[in-house]
């Protein structure tokens, strides 16, 4: 079992992760578009912010849903029932099991949103 401190140093070093992508794109930023006259750093920065906070979303909703395999498996036991005359476990009990299994990425969600937020906050500040 997780101790309050641990937890704790999780949060700080993904805290800290997202704060080093934030800084990072931003450096990037400037040393990419300080010349340009068609978009400038901070901009740059909003555009990445949301694009990296959509993305963190996109990770923690993960990807559930029915796959091509548990289709598969449905549509298998399907025929198998038609051709055995047994009871097996039928394609909708097989669809029901597999509609919605989500599988994200938590952690790395999680570090891309808090970016993102991080991005949009400076992008802001520097207005």
């Known amino acids: 079992m997780k101790t309050k401190a641990s ?7 993904w805290l800290a992760i997202a704060s080093l992508i934030a800084v990072a794109a931003y450096v990037l ?3 990419l578009f300080s010349s340009s006259t068609i978009i400038s750093p901070s901009e740059a920065l909003f555009v990445e912010g949301v694009a990296i906070l959509l993305i963190g979303i996109m990770f923690l909703l993960g990807r559930g849903g029915i796959n091509y395999s548990s289709k598969e498996a449905a549509i298998l036991s399907a025929a198998t029932e038609a051709m055995s005359g047994a ?3 039928g394609p909708a009990e097989q669809m029901r099991r597999d509609t919605w299994k989500s599988k994200g ?3 790395a969600g999680i570090i891309l949103v808090v970016a993102g937020a991080l991005m949009l906050a400076g992008y802001f500040v520097s207005l």
Not at 7 to 13: H, R
């Open 105 to 107: 990425f938590s952690r």
């Open 29 to 31: 930023d400037v040393m």
């Open 7 to 13: 937890s704790l140093y999780s949060v700080a070093g």
């Open 87 to 89: 009871e097996t476990v």
